[in-house]
């Protein structure tokens, strides 16, 4: 069974970097699209990107310029970089597989992590 | 950017009800539109993909239907473990974007 485990700091300063890592246990990494979403206390759910095998990414264009995201295909893992972090970007963020089905085309997210909370205070 | 707007935020309901969601593409998303339950302190879990098809495991009381811009997810006889946020999802874009969601309640 596939399971994404996630960690990463979950308590960070004005202007400090977030770093989340996913790692995928039990099933194919090169077949899929990883992606990052995250929800503010309270809110509703915002996609910030994804990456597929080779290091193709897309990103939200309202992170982009602070969103970097990057895979290690020989750990079966993918990480998030948001830099120069505000309290708005205190939220729980979770990693997700974009599962592509074929003929026709359609994409979900069919498998998430467990989720993340960051928490930018200071 | 594709925005999604679902119908109602908020939704009062009985255990063995039918309710019925609403989700508005801001353009025509095709059937490229998913539903995700979420119940509180967990992840979203996919429902329905494709508009219309059911998620494995997912029980037959969850429907979906539509195509272009309006969608709906219907659940049949409420159960209590169906009271839980709703969204909906577009996935014609690269730059994915959901619902505000919408919060079943117990009336």
């Known amino acids: 069974q596939v399971q994404l485990q996630q960690w990463g700091a979950g308590l960070l300063k004005p202007s400090e970097t977030l770093s989340l890592t996913c790692a995928v246990y039990g099933g194919s990494f090169s077949d899929y699209y990883w992606t990052w979403i995250r929800q503010p206390p309270g809110k509703g759910l915002e996609w910030i990107g994804e990456i597929n095998h080779s290091g193709s990414a897309n990103y939200n264009p309202s992170l982009k310029s602070r969103v970097t995201i990057s895979v290690d295909t020989s750990k079966k893992q993918f990480s998030l970089h948001l830099n120069s972090v505000t309290a708005a970007d205190t939220a729980v963020y979770y990693c997700?597989?974009?599962?592509?089905?074929?003929?026709?085309?359609?994409?979900?997210?069919?498998?998430w992590g467990r989720g993340t909370l960051v928490t930018v205070s200071s | 950017d594709i925005q999604m707007t679902q119908s109602p935020s908020s939704l009062s309901a009985s255990v063995g009800d039918r309710v019925t969601i609403t989700c508005r593409a801001s353009?025509?998303?095709?059937?490229?539109l998913n539903w995700y339950q979420q119940k509180p302190g967990k992840g979203p879990e996919l429902l329905i993909y494709a508009a219309s098809s059911l998620q494995s495991g997912v029980p037959s009381r969850f429907s979906g239907s539509g195509s272009g811009t309006d969608f709906t997810l219907t659940i049949t006889s409420l159960q209590p473990e169906d009271f839980a946020t709703y969204y909906c999802?577009?996935?014609?874009?690269?730059?994915?974007?959901f619902g505000q969601g919408t919060k079943l309640e117990i009336k």
């Open positions: 999802q577009q996935t014609y874009s690269t730059f994915r974007t």
């Open positions: 997700a597989r974009d599962f592509q089905q074929l003929y026709p085309d359609y994409w979900y997210f069919d498998l």
């Open positions: 353009q025509s998303i095709s059937r490229n």
